[in-house]
Structure formats: structure tokens, C-alpha cells
């Protein structure tokens, strides 16, 4: 078992007494007092066996499934200074050598010593001895904890089990917070040392973290609810499952021990808590036993299994030896080679430079690797590493040969089905990485082994500092080392083409372990010798056909090699610039969102129905793919800065393959910040690619909703300026295909014809002149499609140019009595009347009201301001106007309140103030008893009569205050006519007539009008 704190051993001191008897160690240790803490002094005592300790004890009553420090403290003294500490014997062998007297002093003294401990206990116990009869006298001898165990008997570490049990129950019910995830990693990092130290205490630890793991409550009621598991707890489980496969593949493990282990694996897996492989998706997958080449042609359903646990991988793996000749002296022997006269031929042993070959199920294989560098054989997995590349360098060999028989045949129906049974990348095993991991920890150079632990299971932040260590081989010196093979394998790997497998959560993994892997890719130096590695990799994928996801031909669901490229782009671009771009331009595909599925192989029964377009809304992390394709698409435009050829190529890439309008209008938004820095020009030829993909994205979304499409307007505006006026020019003459006739008008020309624009252009008068006239034309284009939305936009546009104001005014006039509300026109006329056109914005305002209809009881119409203008209006410009207008009032405007306030108005003041040129003022007010205040008084009294009546028919007693202050209000109004008192006391008459059942409410209205 491990230590913790060692650290602190250099301030605490173990002190008197201290002694070693037989097997047995102990002693106080002291903790030194702190600012907070007094001083404490601890009592340790340590059993050993055969140089492991058996068992400990500390007066600090330390909780934990670590040593605690003073433990380590004692150990650490035993161990530092062993001429210090005095060896007894066995306390046994010390009693045999005592005679009678010395026997009886030394069991008094010691109960003397501690009598208010063990009085109780010595004094059964002499009562049990003198007692002829009792137990204890049937036994021959006496227990002595000193005295070590049998030789016979089993020894192994001391494990506190309790501790170990309720510290996993405790980070699981914290549910991922407070750290528990990182602490539960931390105890499998412990099972990985243990098994790496071949502690037998490594099983024993991850069968009782197993136990808690499945006696989680929550997975019964992730079952119940139908959702599935967190991923950060998925993450962990799969760790767990990873680790059993280590823990059955032991190579030197009794066949005993895998019985049980392969007992207890079966009993969880058949629970029906028991989480499955691929989270709520149960996939079919080879068994990892089944040795198969990756060309094999057997139906993958003859050996699917319908449920598949986490625990199904470690189960299978049971199954697995390690007594096939060929593998030991693989693993046994770096001067493994066949004899020189069989290698003219290739042979399913050895490749044909006498290099062995391992011939098994590409993760399973893996799998060994993990089991041999976990369990502390890593020149064996070494071995077996190099064995199963040379392995796939042969497959790969021949499946390029393959291929090129196929290929004209390929390229023609352009499809492929895959290959591949399973994917390497994301796969339970995570076979690359464990290759990597195997072979970057053997070019680590004079490493120690502590800081290859550190590496690979504490995560150390530092970047490691590989070196080329050649690879060990009997054959003819290859000139390899394990970094290149670390380099080729992972691109091997990562370039394999795979099927989308199915569920979310397996689908999240090939992301995140696609991402992991090439993390630890960016960690390699690339020096001459990994150049030439990756050079040539990048060539074989490229050449690969079907076998490869950067092949010329794929499948439609294949998994996308966007991350992957993005990664080979950078690497290869400062040695091989033409490969870098052929390899990330083949990358840029995304079939699976095509509108049409090519005629391919669709034999294959379980992905038959991959060729349905509608399939793809299966691809839970298809947001994130098409993201890594446009992080690709903008890294090969930032690269291709100032190089227009290349530029062009990524630009028809992206309008080929990108299929998402906010995704190229990031790109779009990329380029144009690339393109104009703020300490430097801008450069002209990536500004053209992103106002190309702006007109683009314009285009895509012209028809189709889209939130950000005001952004992208203004934004295509600003870019389109920064090219320059040609530019602008262009997007105003072609505006129909890029804006709607709103956006072209409101914020395109607006924009263009704008102060600002002018200036940062700094353009002179016929250019100027061009854009104006451009944007009248577009201005003019725009009102005549939607004059509803653009005529008041173009007549301000047109307000310099005589023939355009007058062309946009008259579009304006002709859509009037059809297709404008009276707000639209309203509005116009106001601006007509601002702009100095009085006459214009009385007919527009008469217009208007012709399309109005105020009901009785609409006195809060947002219309009524617009009808006081439009008489106020009429009103200035003299009596005709006005005459003209207030039949038009009369006929819309029904609402009584309305038009006592416009005839107040009008007779206020006398018409024609506006002072029209050719016109006479006579400067007299109207009278109410002519025309045409009569008819407007006339429509007022009898409004008022009808409101009352409507208002009568429903009036509860809350509102007959407010009904008593209308009727005062409509007297005001009969009593500007002759006869008006007249007509009011009848009108109130009749009031009292026909409701005289509202005897209250007319009790109200005799008290205030008689």
C-alpha cells in the first residue's frame, strides 16, 4: 500500500521508546506544534512480512486508505536508520528464556505499567488458565503478534477495506463535486501503481471499489427515469472496466484467481444496474477474442452480442492466454526473427524482413500491451507493441495494394462501404493510446521509473523531453526509434476510416479521445526524423482508399477527419506545404450532410439505412464536427495569408463542403480580422475571400430565418467598404439576389451613403456621385417591389436628386389606395411636411385617412395623434383643405371624445396660417354653424348619443361617476350648435325615459343637468 505525506516526515521525529521485536515495529512520533496546533505525540506500531506490512495503527485515528504521515515517518526512520532502532526477537522466544520468577515479575510489571487497561483481560485470562476445562487450554503454545506468520500462509500490504468502502461511498454520493471525480482517479491511479508493483492488494482494491460503484443508488434511478449516465461518472466507469481488462490479463495470474475474478465480473454484469458499453445504446461489436485481420469478410453479426456491459470487455478477456509459443518468445526476446532462408515469402509469423507479426483482433491485441505495462513488464510490452505495428504496416501494405485494383472501379461509383469492424479511436480499449503511451515511455530516455509513473497516471503538467531510443530488433538495423513508431502508430490510428458509431455518449468519446490523442501529438519535437515519419504516413493515408478517412473515397457515415487534419496542416505546413493543403482540402468533406447518397455498396445489413439522407440527425456531436471543419476551413485560410491561388482553392472548398450559414460567416468574420490588422495594412486578397463568403452567407440565408442576419447585413456592409468602392458598387447593383428590399434600403444604402463611409473611403466627387446614384437606383428598385417598407426609406435616399424624389413620391402615391396602411402613410406624410412639402403631405395624410376606422370606443388609438396632425395640418393650409378633409374624419373616425377635440381645435385658431404663396388669409374663425365645421359638429353630437347609448348597455355602478363627466363633456359640444341647449335637455330626457330602471344612475344625471 502507498504512503502520504511524506513530505512531513522531515518535521516530525520519532522518539523514545522505541522498539522492534521479532516482526514487529513501534514507537511515538512526535508532530512538532504550529501556530494553531500544540505539539502532539502519536503511539505507531507496524507489523511486517517478508518486507510488506501486514498491518498499522496510529493514535491519530487517521481515516484514510493512505498511511497516514507518522506512519511513514516511523517506516521511514526504520528504513534511514537502522543501526538506531535495537533488534529483538519474537517476544515468544524472549518468555522461553525466562525462568519462573522472572515470568511472574515481568506479567506484574506490565500490569503494573498499565493496569487500568489490561487489568480486566489479565485477569480473565488467569482465570481461563487455572480453569482446566477452558478453551484456551486445548490449544497447544500461545499467539505471538511478533512472531511473523507461516511461511505458508498468504502475505500481502495491509489494506484498510473499511476505509476503502466508505471513502469511494463518499466520493460517489457527492456526485462529481467537491473534487470527487479527481479523487476517485486518484485511488484507480493507486490500483495501477499496485498492479504495477505487482501488489496482489491491486484486485483486492478494485473489487471493493467495484462493489460501491455498483451499489450506487443512483444508477437505479438513472434505470427508473430512462436518462443516462453523467458523463463525468460515465468517464469513470469506464476506467473501472479498462482496469479489470488489465487486472484478468495478468500474465503470471493463477488460474484460480481468474475463475473468481471471472465469477464475480459475471454476477455484476447480469444486474440489471449494470451500465453498458456504449451508455444507453446497446452496440454490436466483435468479441475481442476473435482473432480477425482488419480485411477479414465474416458477417459482423454471426458474432455480435445483444448486451454489452462495461464489464463485457474484462469477461471476454478471461478467455485470453498467454501460452501461444509465438507470443512468448515475442514478448521474451528483442532477437525474435524467423531463419533467413524462410523469409523470401510472407507468412502469418513473421513479415518479410524476419520481423515477427502478431496476427489477433487490433484491440484485443492492445489490450495485452495494457495488461503487460500494468502489471510491470514494459520491455515485454515493448516487444508486443513493435510486433502489432510491424503488423499493421503489412495490413496496411495490403490494403493499398487492394485498392488499386478497386480504384478505377471506386472512384466511378463514388462510395465505399467500411471496412473497418470497429474504430481504433474512441474504441473501450483505447488501443492507440495505449500504444503511444507504451512507446513514449521508452523515449523518455534516462528517465526514472518514478517519472514514467508520474507521465502516464498523474497527469504532470511539465511537457516530457523525448529522446530517440532505437528500436531493439534482431533484423537489419531499420534506423527506427520508438518516438517515430509512437508518431506512426498514432496516425495510423487517427486515419483509420470508421463508422459514426451510435448513442451520444460514444460519439462524445471518438471527440474526446481523438482530442487526447493529439494533444499528446503535440507534445513531440518534430526533428527531421519525425518529419520524414509524418511525410510519409500523410502519403499512405492519402493513397489509402476505403481503408482511410483521408482516402479518395469514403463512406457516407464515415467519422470526420476534420480534428485530425487541422493537426497534420500544422505540422506538415513549414515542411511540405503542397502535401498540407492536398491532405486538409481532401479533409474538408462532410458526406453525411449531402443532399444526395452516392450508389454505393449498401449490402451490408447493418448499415443499410445508411444511405437515407434523413439519417443524420443521429449524429449527436454534428455541431461539433461541422466546428472542427470550420476551425479547419479558417486555419487553412489564416496559412494561406497573401497567396491567391491557395486562397481560391480553400474558398471553393468551403462554399463546397460547409453547409452551415453561421459557421461561414465565422469564417467569413475570421478572414476579415486576419486580413486587417491593427498594426499593419490590410491585405487585399484574404479581404476579397471573406467579402466573398459574406455575399455567400447572404445568399444562404436570404430566404430563411436566421437571427444574426441584421448582424451579418452590417457586417458584409463594413467588409465590402474596407475592400473598397467597387465593391460597394457591386453589392448595391446586385442587391436583389443579396437583400431584401428592407435591409437594402434601411441599413445597405443607408450605410453606404452614410458621412463615415465617404470619408474612410476617401472618395472623390464622381466616385461619390457613382455610389449615389447606384444607391438611388437601388432606393427607386426597392419601392417599386415593397413600398409599404422602402418609400420612405428611398425618399431619403433620393432627396438630392430632383427626378429620383419625384419618382420615389409617385411610387408612394400609386401604392396609396392599395397595398400602404395609414401608418405607413402617416408617417411619409409627417416626413413630406418636414422636408418643406405641405401640399404633398396633405394628400398623403387625406390618403391615410381613408384607410382609418376609430371606433366609439377607441380613445386611446395610437392613430388619434396622426388624425389631430393631419386636421391641424389642413387646418394651416386654409379653408379648402380643411373642407376637404373633414368628410374624410367624419367617415372614419367614429369616436366621440376624438372629434369634440378637433372641432375645439379648429375653432380656436382661424385657417390658412401656413401662409401658402398665392393664397389669401382672411383671418376670420370658423363658425360651427357653417360649412364645414357643421358637418364635423353635426358628426360630433351625434357620436356622442351613440357612444352614450353603447356605453348604457353594459355600465356598472363603479362607472357612473366617469359616465356623469362625459355627459358634461358632450354638453360642452352640443352647446356650440344654436339650438344646442335644446338638443341637450332632450337628449337627456330621453335618457331618463328609456333607462329609468338605473333609477341611481338617474338620480346622478338630475342632480347634474336638471
Known amino acids: 500500500m502507498g504512503v ?44 511486517f512480512d517478508r518486507c510488506k506490512i501486514t498491518s498499522v495503527t496510529c493514535g491519530c485515528g487517521n481515516k484514510d486508505i493512505f498511511y497516514c504521515a507518522h506512519v511513514v515517518a516511523l517506516s521511514l526512520y526504520r528504513i534511514r536508520k537502522p543501526d538506531q532502532v535495537k533488534l529483538r526477537l519474537p517476544i515468544s522466544e524472549t518468555l522461553f528464556q525466562m525462568n519462573r520468577d522472572q515470568l511472574q515479575k515481568f506479567v506484574q510489571y506490565l500490569i503494573t505499567a498499565h493496569h487500568t487497561e489490561v487489568l480486566p483481560t489479565a485477569q480473565k485470562l488467569a482465570d481461563e488458565i487455572l480453569s482446566s476445562n477452558s478453551e484456551i487450554n486445548q490449544v497447544h503454545g500461545a499467539p505471538d503478534p511478533t512472531a511473523g506468520a507461516s511461511i505458508d500462509d498468504e502475505n500481502c500490504w495491509h489494506l484498510d477495506e473499511e476505509q476503502v468502502r466508505e471513502q469511494v461511498k463518499l466520493f460517489l454520493s457527492q456526485g462529481g463535486y467537491y473534487g470527487s471525480g479527481k479523487q476517485l482517479n486518484s485511488m484507480f491511479a493507486k490500483v495501477r501503481e499496485m498492479l504495477r508493483m505487482r501488489d496482489s492488494n491491486g484486485a483486492r482494491m478494485l473489487t471493493l471499489i467495484t462493489e460501491q460503484f455498483m451499489a450506487d443508488p443512483r444508477l437505479s434511478l438513472w434505470r427508473q427515469q430512462g436518462t443516462g449516465i453523467t458523463e463525468k461518472c460515465r468517464q469513470l466507469w469506464d476506467e473501472l472496466g479498462a482496469l479489470w481488462v488489465c487486472v484478468v490479463l495478468n500474465p503470471h495470474c493463477k488460474l484460480e484467481e481468474k475463475s473468481c475474478w471471472l465469477r464475480q465480473l459475471r454476477k455484476w454484469g447480469e444486474m440489471d444496474v449494470c451500465p453498458l458499453e456504449d451508455g444507453n445504446y ?83 491485441a492492445c489490450a495485452r500491451v495494457d495488461a503487460l505495462r500494468s502489471h510491470g513488464y514494459p520491455r515485454e510490452a515493448l516487444r508486443l507493441t513493435v510486433a502489432i505495428i510491424n503488423t499493421l504496416r503489412l495490413q496496411q501494405q495490403r490494403q493499398l495494394e487492394i485498392y488499386k485494383h478497386q480504384k478505377k472501379e471506386l472512384l466511378q461509383r463514388g462510395a465505399t462501404t467500411i471496412t473497418n469492424l470497429e474504430g481504433w479511436v474512441g474504441h473501450p480499449l483505447n488501443p492507440i493510446g495505449c500504444l503511444f503511451l507504451t512507446l513514449t515511455e521508452a523515449s523518455l530516455g534516462l528517465a526514472s521509473e518514478f517519472e514514467r509513473f508520474s507521465l502516464c497516471y498523474t497527469g504532470d503538467s511539465k511537457p516530457p523531453v523525448y529522446q530517440h531510443v532505437p528500436v531493439a530488433t534482431g533484423s537489419q538495423d531499420s534506423g527506427e526509434s520508438y518516438l517515430s513508431l509512437a508518431l506512426e502508430v498514432a496516425l495510423m490510428g487517427m486515419g483509420q476510416q470508421r463508422v459514426m458509431p451510435e448513442g451520444l455518449y460514444a460519439q462524445d468519446k471518438v471527440c474526446r479521445n481523438e482530442e487526447q490523442i493529439i494533444a499528446r501529438l503535440q507534445d513531440l519535437e518534430l526533428d527531421p526524423v519525425l518529419v520524414q515519419t509524418l511525410r510519409k504516413q500523410c502519403i499512405l493515408l492519402l493513397e489509402g482508399g476505403p481503408f482511410s478517412g483521408l482516402g479518395e473515397v469514403i463512406h457516407r457515415e464515415s467519422v470526420p477527419m476534420h480534428t485530425f487534419a487541422k493537426y497534420l496542416f500544422s505540422a506538415l505546413l513549414p515542411h511540405d506545404a503542397d502535401l498540407a ?32 439522407p434523413s439519417r443524420y440527425p443521429r449524429w449527436f456531436t454534428l455541431g461539433h464536427l461541422e466546428s472542427q471543419q470550420c476551425e479547419l476551413a479558417s486555419t487553412m485560410l489564416t496559412a494561406a495569408k497573401g497567396d491567391m491561388l491557395r486562397l481560391r482553392t480553400v474558398l471553393e472548398a468551403i462554399q463546397k463542403n460547409i453547409h452551415s450559414s453561421s459557421l461561414i460567416f465565422k469564417l467569413a468574420q475570421d478572414a476579415f480580422k486576419i486580413a486587417t490588422p491593427a498594426d499593419s495594412n490590410s491585405d487585399t486578397t484574404l479581404l476579397n475571400v471573406a467579402l466573398e463568403l459574406g455575399l455567400q452567407v447572404m445568399r444562404m440565408t436570404l430566404s430563411t430565418l436566421n437571427w444574426r442576419r441584421r448582424e451579418m447585413v452590417r457586417w458584409l456592409v463594413t467588409c465590402a467598404t474596407e475592400v473598397g468602392v467597387r465593391a460597394l458598387v457591386s453589392i448595391l447593383q446586385s442587391w436583389y439576389s443579396l437583400f431584401t428590399p428592407t435591409e437594402a434600403t434601411s441599413i445597405v444604402a443607408a450605410t453606404v451613403m452614410s458621412h463615415n463611409t465617404i470619408l474612410r473611403l476617401s472618395l472623390d466627387y464622381p466616385q461619390r456621385e457613382e455610389l449615389a446614384s447606384c444607391a438611388r437606383t437601388l432606393a427607386l428598385q426597392c419601392a417599386m417591389k415593397d413600398p409599404q417598407n422602402c418609400a420612405l426609406s428611398a425618399l431619403t435616399l433620393c432627396e438630392k436628386d430632383h427626378i429620383a424624389f419625384e419618382t420615389a413620391y409617385q411610387i408612394v402615391i400609386d401604392a396609396a389606395s392599395t397595398g400602404m396602411t395609414y401608418t405607413q402613410l402617416f408617417t411619409i406624410a409627417r416626413y413630406m411636411e418636414h422636408r418643406g412639402y405641405p401640399l404633398r403631405a396633405f394628400k398623403l395624410a387625406s390618403l391615410a385617412m381613408t384607410h382609418l376606422n376609430l371606433a366609439y370606443n377607441q380613445d386611446t388609438h395610437p392613430a388619434i395623434n396622426d388624425v389631430l396632425w393631419a386636421c391641424a395640418l389642413s387646418h394651416s393650409l386654409g379653408k379648402n383643405e380643411l373642407a376637404a378633409i373633414i368628410p374624410l374624419v367624419v367617415k372614419s373616425v367614429h369616436c366621440a371624445t376624438v372629434l369634440s377635440d378637433i372641432l375645439r381645435r379648429c375653432t380656436m385658431t382661424a385657417p390658412g396660417l401656413a401662409g401658402i404663396p398665392g393664397r389669401r388669409n382672411s383671418g376670420k374663425l370658423m363658425s360651427t354653424d357653417k360649412a364645414p365645421l357643421r358637418q364635423l359638429l353635426d358628426a360630433t353630437i351625434s357620436a356622442y348619443i351613440n357612444t352614450t347609448h353603447s356605453r348604457l348597455t353594459h355600465i356598472s355602478p363603479r362607472h357612473y361617476g366617469e359616465f356623469i363627466e362625459f355627459l358634461s363633456k358632450a354638453r360642452e359640444t352640443f352647446l356650440l350648435a344654436q339650438d344646442g341647449h335644446i338638443q341637450f335637455a332632450q337628449f337627456i330626457d330621453n335618457l331618463k325615459q328609456i333607462y329609468k330602471g338605473k333609477k341611481k344612475l338617474m338620480l346622478l344625471v338630475r342632480e347634474r343637468f336638471g
Not at 10 to 35: D, I, K
Open 581 to 612: 493543403y492536398k491532405l486538409a482540402l481532401r479533409a474538408m468533406r462532410l458526406p453525411v450532410l449531402e443532399t444526395t447518397a452516392p450508389s454505393g455498396d449498401v449490402s451490408h445489413p447493418h448499415h443499410l439505412v445508411s444511405v437515407v
Open 282 to 364: 446497446g452496440n454490436e461489436l466483435p468479441n475481442i477474442t476473435n482473432a480477425l485481420t482488419q480485411s477479414s469478410s465474416h458477417n459482423q453479426d454471426s458474432l455480435a452480442r445483444p448486451r454489452r456491459t462495461v464489464f463485457t470487455r474484462a469477461i471476454e478477456g478471461c478467455d485470453l492466454h498467454w501460452q501461444d509459443s509465438h507470443l512468448q518468445r515475442i514478448i521474451s526476446s528483442d532477437f525474435y526473427v524467423s531463419p533467413s532462408y524462410q523469409r523470401e515469402g510472407e507468412s502469418l509469423l513473421f513479415n518479410s524482413q524476419g520481423q515477427p507479426l502478431w496476427l489477433e483482433h487490433v484491440p484485443t
Open 4 to 47: 502520504h505525506g511524506e513530505n512531513k516526515t522531515n518535521v516530525m521525529f520519532p522518539s523514545s521508546p522505541f522498539s522492534s521485536a521479532g516482526f514487529h515495529l513501534s514507537g511515538t512520533v512526535t508532530e512538532p506544534a504550529t501556530a494553531t496546533e500544540p505539539e502532539m505525540t502519536y503511539k505507531v506500531a507496524i507489523s
